[in-house]
C-alpha cells in the first residue's frame, strides 16, 4: 500500500532540486540584469526552510548532536574551498604568482596585517568585557577575503564592463592566497591564549613556548608544508595529464574534471596530515597552470563554472539553515545595538583606510577609484566560517583535564566567536550582495525621474545633443556643415553597424557591393566581409575605417545634403548590400 515517506533525505534532496531549478529558471534576470549573488539568494533560502521558518531542512536531526554538526559544516566549507582555490589558481595567466609577487606581497604583509589589527581593536573596543587577546582570535578570523563572495565582482558582466583585468586578476590572487594565511594570525593568538591566557596557571611554558609552537608548527609545518606540497602536486598532475594527453590516453570529460579531482585530492591528504589544504589548493591550482595550457584548453568550458555554482547555492543555503540567527538577540555577550555599530564600523573601517594608503605603491589599484572599490569588496564568507570552527575545535582542547568544564578565561569565548563571525558574514553577504544593484539603481533613478519630469522634445533633443554626422568632400576632408545642417544633424543620433561608421565619399563611390570571403577580416560566424564591387572601375580603397568593423555600410538619413559627387544619388537613398 502506497505511504507518504516525509524522510530527512526525501526533503532535501528534494527542496534541494526544486530550488536549485527555479533559481536556474530566473539566474540570468538575477544575477546578470539585477546583480544579485547568488550567495546573497542561496542563504535567504537557506533560512526560509531552515527550523527558524518553514523547518523543512533540519540540520540538528541529520548530525546528533551540536559536535557533529560542527564538524559537518566545517567539512562541507573545507571542500567548497579547496575546489574554490584550485579553480582560482587554475584561473590566473601564467606564471602570475612569480611577475606580480610584489603587489601580491604588499597585499598578504602590511595590508593584511593591519587589516587584523584593525578588526582587533573594533572587537575589542565594542565588546564589553573581552580580552584583547580573544578580540585578536576573533579579528583573525574574519581578516581574509572570501574568495567565494569575490567571484561576485571579478566575474560577469558587471566585472567585464567595470573591472580592468588586471584588478580582477590581483583580487583572485589576493582572495585565493590570505585564505591559507589566515592560520598564522588565528594560532598566534590560539597559542597565546592557552599558556598565558589564565596567567598560565593551567599550561605551563609562558609566551616563549607559545611563539615557538607558532613559528615551528604554524610557519613551518602548516603554512610552509602546504606551498610545498601545493607546488609539487600541482606540477606532478600537470606532468602526468601532459603526457597522458599526448598519447589521447585521457577523454575530453576527464580532462575537463581534473581540476576538481585534484582539489579533493589535495583537501583530503592535506587533512590527513594536519598541514594547511587551503594554501596548498591555491599553490597547486597555479601551478598546475603554469604554463597556460590547462587554462587555455578549458577556457570556453562550463563544466568547472557549472560545479562552482552547485557548490555555492549548496553551501550558502546550508549556511542559511545552520546560523545561529536567534543568538544574534539572546547572547552574553553584546548587545544587538553594539552588534549592528561593530558590523558597519568593520565593513568600513577594516579594509578600505589601508587601500587607499596603500594604493600608490599597488599598480593594479592605483588610482582612487580603484582603490575605493578594492578597498570595499573585501568580502567575509566560508574562510571565516572555516577558521570560526578551526577555533572552536582549538577551544575544546582548553578543558582542564579534559572534562567538559571550560577554563573560566574561555568560558564564553565559544560563544562570542560563534556569535561576531556569523553576524560579519551575514553582514558581508547582505551588503557586498546588494551594493552593486543599489548602486546602479542609485544612478539611474534620478535620470529617470529628471526624463519623465522633463518635455519629449527636451528629452530626445538632450540625448542627441552634440552627435553631428561630419561631411567630407571629394578629395575625403572634413568640411564643415553649414546652419541649417547643423541644426538638422546635431538632433540625429549616429548610427553605427559593425563598429564604425563608413565615411560618406567612400560609400557612395560604389553603392552595390556584393558578399565574398576573405581569409583575413570577416564575420566570425560565416568568416565573410563585405567588399566592394571590383567591376566598379571608380572605386577606391576605403579610408579612415576602423579595421574592425565591415568596410561597405552606411546609412544615409532624409534629411542630409549630398555631396557635390554623389549629387547624382536620390536624396532619401538608404544604401544597403546587394547578395549575388
Known amino acids: 500500500m502506497p505511504t507518504l515517506a516525509l524522510t530527512n533525505f526525501n526533503i532535501v534532496v528534494g527542496l534541494l532540486g526544486g530550488w536549485i531549478s527555479l533559481f536556474g529558471l530566473v539566474s540570468y534576470l538575477l544575477k546578470e540584469s539585477l546583480y544579485l549573488s547568488e550567495a546573497l539568494i542561496s542563504l535567504l533560502a537557506g533560512l526560509v526552510f531552515s527550523p527558524h521558518a518553514t523547518n523543512f531542512i533540519r540540520p540538528l536531526d541529520y548530525a546528533g548532536s551540536e559536535e557533529n554538526l560542527d564538524a559537518i559544516t566545517l567539512y562541507f566549507t573545507r571542500l567548497v574551498l579547496g575546489v574554490q582555490l584550485v579553480l582560482a589558481g587554475v584561473q590566473l595567466p601564467s606564471r602570475y604568482l612569480r611577475k606580480e609577487w610584489k603587489p601580491l606581497a604588499l597585499l598578504l604583509g602590511p595590508v593584511m596585517t593591519m587589516m587584523w589589527l584593525v578588526t582587533s581593536l573594533l572587537v575589542w573596543g565594542l565588546v564589553p568585557k573581552l580580552p584583547f587577546l580573544h578580540a585578536l582570535a576573533i579579528a583573525a578570523c574574519v581578516t581574509p577575503t572570501d574568495p567565494v563572495l569575490s567571484n561576485v565582482i571579478v566575474k560577469g558582466r558587471f566585472a567585464d564592463h567595470n573591472i580592468p583585468k588586471d584588478l580582477q586578476k590581483i583580487i583572485i590572487a589576493e582572495s585565493g592566497a590570505n585564505d591559507g594565511l589566515g592560520y598564522p594570525f588565528l594560532f598566534f593568538a590560539l597559542y597565546l591564549i592557552k599558556y598565558i591566557g589564565d596567567g598560565g596557571v593551567s599550561e605551563s611554558g609562558g609566551a616563549g613556548l607559545a611563539i615557538g609552537l607558532w613559528f615551528g608548527e604554524t610557519w613551518g609545518y602548516v603554512v610552509i608544508l602546504s606551498v610545498v606540497y601545493g607546488a609539487v602536486t600541482g606540477w606532478i598532475a600537470k606532468e602526468l595529464l601532459h603526457f597522458c594527453e599526448e598519447r589521447k590516453f585521457v577523454d575530453r570529460e576527464s580532462f575537463l574534471v581534473f581540476a576538481l579531482s585534484l582539489a579533493l585530492f589535495i583537501v583530503g591528504t592535506c587533512g590527513m596530515i594536519g598541514s594547511d589544504d587551503i594554501l596548498a589548493c591555491f599553490i597547486a591550482g597555479n601551478v598546475f597552470t603554469w604554463d597556460d595550457w590547462f587554462r587555455l584548453e578549458t577556457l570556453d568550458d562550463s563544466l568547472q563554472p557549472t560545479i562552482d555554482m552547485l557548490l555555492n547555492v549548496v553551501m550558502f543555503m546550508w549556511y542559511g539553515a545552520v546560523c545561529p540567527w536567534h543568538s544574534f538577540v539572546a547572547n552574553s555577550v553584546i548587545p544587538i545595538y553594539r552588534l549592528i555599530a561593530l558590523g558597519i564600523l568593520i ?234
Open 347 to 580: 565593513l568600513l573601517l577594516r579594509r578600505l583606510p589601508i587601500i587607499l594608503a596603500f594604493r600608490k605603491v599597488i599598480p593594479q589599484i592605483d588610482g582612487l577609484q580603484r582603490a575605493i572599490f578594492t578597498g570595499f569588496f573585501g568580502p567575509i564568507g566560508c574562510s571565516a566560517i572555516f577558521y570560526l570552527y578551526v577555533t572552536l575545535e582549538f577551544i575544546t582542547t582548553l578543558n582542564p583535564n579534559h572534562g567538559d568544564t571550560p577554563r573560566p578565561d574561555v568560558a564564553n569565548l565559544k560563544e562570542a566567536v560563534s556569535v561576531l563571525v556569523w553576524f560579519m558574514v551575514i553582514c558581508s553577504v547582505v551588503v557586498h550582495g546588494l551594493s552593486i544593484p543599489l548602486g546602479k539603481f542609485g544612478i539611474y533613478l534620478p535620470r529617470t525621474i529628471s526624463r519623465s519630469l522633463s518635455s519629449p522634445g527636451d528629452a530626445i533633443s538632450s540625448q542627441l545633443r552634440g552627435r553631428v554626422i561630419p561631411r567630407t568632400n571629394s578629395g575625403g576632408d572634413t568640411v564643415a556643415n553649414t546652419p541649417n545642417e547643423s541644426r538638422s544633424t546635431s538632433a540625429r543620433p549616429v548610427f553605427r553597424i559593425g563598429g564604425s561608421v563608413i565615411p560618406r565619399h567612400a560609400a557612395t563611390r560604389s553603392p552595390t557591393f556584393r558578399l565574398s570571403i576573405s581569409s583575413e577580416v570577416g564575420d566570425p560566424r560565416g568568416n565573410r566581409e563585405l567588399s566592394p564591387r571590383p567591376s566598379e572601375p571608380d572605386t577606391k580603397p576605403f579610408t579612415n575605417v576602423n579595421p574592425s568593423s565591415y568596410p561597405g555600410r552606411t546609412i544615409r538619413f532624409p534629411d542630409e545634403q549630398p555631396d557635390s559627387e554623389a549629387s547624382h544619388q536620390p536624396e532619401r537613398e538608404v544604401l544597403s548590400p546587394s547578395f549575388e
